[in-house]
């Protein structure tokens, strides 16, 4: 993945100078990214090894309601969860433009 769509992905969210590693490629293609305040966070691009015919959970719904419930597990449980981080825009699917398709991309809270 070309480390300019990587940034122009984080640039769409608050965090100050970042970097990313990339960490592997399944069902998304993830990165660990790190602030210069030391936050933490996964980067998930929703595009990755095709896993046979079942693709839902390359929707951008399906993904949607999976950042939504983990949200609500991070703020009414004790349990802990990555929590999702909303874009500049106040999305949680943060869209990348590229010449072939539009890949859905979110970011979580790094959890240890």
Do not use: K
Request: aromatic share 8%; with cysteine; glycine share 4%.
């Amino acid at each position: 993945m070309n480390v300019d769509l990587i940034q122009t992905v984080l640039a769409q969210y608050d965090l100050p100078d970042v970097r990313s590693t990339f960490l592997g490629r399944s069902e998304n293609t993830t990165f660990r990214v790190e602030t210069a305040t030391n936050e933490r966070f996964l980067l998930r691009l929703h595009v990755g090894i095709d896993i046979g015919s079942y693709q839902d959970w390359r929707d951008p719904s399906v993904i949607q309601s999976e950042l939504l419930w983990l949200d609500a597990i991070a703020h009414d449980t004790p349990l802990t969860v990555p929590q999702p981080v909303q874009n500049r825009l106040g999305q949680w699917i943060t869209h990348l433009d590229t010449e072939d398709s539009s890949i859905a991309c979110s970011l979580l809270r790094w959890v240890e």
